[in-house]
């Protein structure tokens, strides 16, 4: 059995394993190796790119709560 690749919709942000999307039926796409794969293998380093263990990032975060003053 052939390994059957992720595709993606991008009208609907679908993942499928079929030629066209369940949804609207347009032609899929193979989906992005990088973005959103549910199989994120390179996660670890996205992260470390991002700095998102670092305390800055963090810290960042915390000022989209202080939404009411
Ligand atoms: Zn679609």
Redesign the pocket.
Known sequence: MPRQLLQF??????YTLKT???????K?TQAPPLKWSPEDKRAHLRRKLENVEDEEWSNSLSRFNNTDD
Do not use: D, S
């Open positions: 919709c991008r009208v609907c942000e679908v066209e999307c369940p949804k609207c039926q347009a899929v």
